[in-house]
């Protein structure tokens, strides 16, 4: 488990669902950030290079993402952030853990491009919703994670 610090008034980038398209949009809206999170369907190791201009990333494999470079990113990632614990992984269907009695504070999923913030039984789940192509009528958005203490918050960041 990787371990992390964010500073006072930081925050952690996250984003999903670029399907190999890295917006010009969701660069600006991360940058400032201390880590990027990619909850997956990455598209190409392209994105991740240039999502690591800007900040460290922590980046899982989604259903999408095929190939040799895809085989190196994991199923899930657990990361330790200021004291909390943060579980991600991409479809959020696919959570085979209960995540507040495993001590995760947060829960960070894409795949279904819809963005949510939601807290359930004391775990902040976050879908950054999909930076990428457009879906349907869906938005085009990142989110910023926010960490104070034991407490955690965020923001979705529409970028069209």
Do not use: C, Q
């Not at 939601?118 to 902040?124: A, F, I, K, M, N």
């Not at 879906?135 to 955690?152: I, Y």
């Amino acid at each position: 488990m990787s371990g992390y610090a964010v500073r006072a008034g930081g925050f952690v980038g996250v984003i999903s669902d670029t399907h190999g398209l890295l917006r010009r949009e969701a660069v600006e809206a991360l940058k400032g950030s201390e880590l990027i999170i990619h909850a997956g369907d990455v598209g190409g190791p392209e994105v991740l290079l240039e999502l690591g201009r800007v900040a460290p990333v922590v980046a899982v494999r989604g259903n999408n993402d095929r190939g040799a470079w895809a085989e190196a990113l994991a199923e899930y990632e657990a990361v330790e952030i200021d004291k909390s614990f943060v579980y991600v992984l991409h479809d959020l269907k696919e959570l085979d853990i209960a995540p507040a009695a495993a001590g995760f504070r947060v829960v960070v999923s894409g795949h279904s491009h819809k963005p949510l913030v939601e807290e359930r039984r004391g775990v902040l789940y976050l879908n950054p919703g999909s930076a990428g192509p457009r879906r349907f009528r869906l938005p085009v958005t990142v989110a910023r994670l926010k960490f104070n203490g034991g407490d955690a918050s965020a923001e979705i960041i529409n970028l069209l």
